[in-house]
């Protein structure tokens, strides 16, 4: 006990390939820009391992399965194979005066979501606002800005399709994933 947060070390079970490159191209970039890969976060990596801090929400010790470790914020697949399990320390594990050469989206930078209600219902609850999080930081390729252009994203088995015009972000069709 004692930890709010912990690492998690991962496998990219579903972005499994044989072959790797050792250059990406970054989204945030614009998806044209090629980069190493080990200065990304792609999944496509050779040892295809990746690496997650997560809040610790509890810990039942006593289960079926053994300890059960209840967590929030991860950006994993449901199902992903744990490898390790690491507390975070916050007076190591925290650099406030890091820099990235990723440009991360500023508060103005957000797009105003326009999610109609009879298309965000069909999201479970307890994803909508994570859905929209994802959405108002423009999910679309960096180098395509077309108002007439419909785009869209697999998100919690569900394809949500959008267009966007002048900063805002209309959710056009949403539809379950099979």
Known sequence: GGYSHIWLLWQFSKAMREDW??????????????????????????????????????????????????????????????????????????????????????????LQVDFPPALLEQIPEDRRDGLLAVLAQDPRPAYQNSPDRVYGLDFAGYAVRFTVERGCLTVREVTRLP
């Not at 980069?35 to 295809?48: D, E, K, L, Q």
């Not at 390790?84 to 190591?92: E, N």
């Not at 594990?93 to 050469?101: E, F, K, M, N, V």
């Open 21 to 110: 490159s050792p250059t990406v191209r970054p989204p945030r970039l614009g998806g044209n820009a090629r980069m190493g890969v080990f200065a990304t976060r792609s999944p496509f990596r050779p040892n295809a391992i990746g690496l997650s801090s997560v809040r610790l929400d509890g810990v039942e010790l006593h289960t079926k399965l053994g300890p059960l470790l209840h967590i929030s914020g991860a950006d994993l697949m449901d199902g992903s194979p744990i490898y390790d399990i690491k507390p975070y320390l916050p007076y190591t594990d925290s650099h406030p005066d890091a820099t990235s050469c990723f440009v991360l989206p500023r508060q103005e930078d957000l």
